[in-house]
């Protein structure tokens, strides 16, 4: 078939939504998940036509009927894969990751000497990258000692996608992997691909979790990682999230968001550095 014939198939032009549908689609996803698509209404019809059209619907209207009333495992499973990006990779946001190393974890080693266990979250882990990274920086510090200590991550996202990707652990790497890390810390696949080793991989526990729930773990954390998350909410609902952190955080414990994110003023936390607060 020619582009000509394509573009003007409907099979391959996206659904519109109405008004109402698209009020309706964005109250339940932000309501739900803390997700602002109040401005995503091209993203919404770009991303979703052509696979709410491969499971029988003929229209917008349809598909938020069956979401709204069925609450359809598999259906919000689409709608959140579809409508997140899960962008992430290695080394990202070093700067920061040099201030975990260089202040942070020194600090959490001295205050754990007796119990040698870390609490550490990874809030919105994407395809694991970022708590594997952490890892890496746990194992690097402690050296010969890292067997003694118990550091393993939680690392948590609301999408099924992403998760399997994660715990399956097989990445591109990027060139600012340290050489010393991707001998220790990864084994070649053979097709250009490297997966992490066995112990950064047993070192982070991967669990479904939406951040619009309360944060009930069994643990306070001493770190949590939530960094290019809160830029889909909000502020309301960032200000809400913030202060079940803070909650979840044992005193002096810190929170590391992204540099393309702050806290408002009234948050409980005080600023350290750039990203990074203390409660």
């Not at 394509?6 to 998940?33: C, E, H, W």
């Not at 036509?49 to 709204?68: E, K, M, P």
């Not at 393309?260 to 003023?265: D, G, P």
Request: contains cysteine; positive net charge.
């Amino acid at each position: 078939m020619s582009n000509t014939q394509a573009s003007g198939d409907s099979r391959f032009s996206p659904l519109t939504i109405s008004d109402a549908d698209f009020t309706r689609l964005a109250k339940f996803v932000q309501s739900t998940y803390g997700i602002d698509l109040s401005q995503k209404r091209q993203l919404i019809t770009g991303r979703l036509s052509s696979s709410i059209r491969q499971r029988g619907y003929t229209s917008f209207s349809s598909f938020v009927d069956s979401l709204l009333k069925n609450k359809n495992e598999d259906e919000i499973t689409l709608l959140l894969n579809k409508l997140t990006t899960n962008y992430t990779f290695f080394m990202r946001e070093v700067d920061h990751l040099e201030y975990f190393r260089k202040t942070i974890i020194p600090e959490l080693v001295r205050r754990h000497q007796r119990d040698k266990t870390l609490s550490i979250w990874s809030a919105g882990c994407s395809t694991g990258e970022e708590p594997y990274n952490i890892s890496m920086y746990l194992f690097d510090y402690l050296g010969p000692q890292a067997n003694q200590w118990d550091t393993r991550l939680l690392a948590t996202d609301i999408s099924a996608r992403a998760l399997t990707a994660a715990q399956k652990g097989v990445y591109e790497l990027p060139d600012t992997i340290p050489p010393d890390w991707k001998k220790k810390y990864f084994t070649p696949t053979g097709n250009g691909q490297f997966a992490v080793a066995p112990a950064i991989k047993n070192n982070v526990i991967f669990r479904p979790f939406n951040l619009m729930d309360p944060i009930q773990f069994r643990r306070k954390f001493d770190v949590i990682f939530c960094r290019n998350v809160m830029i889909y909410f909000d502020q309301p609902t960032k200000d809400a999230l913030v202060r079940r952190f803070y909650d979840a955080t044992v005193p002096g414990g810190y929170l590391l968001i992204s540099y393309s994110e702050n806290l408002s003023q009234n948050s409980p936390y005080r600023r350290l550095a750039p990203a990074t607060f203390q409660k």
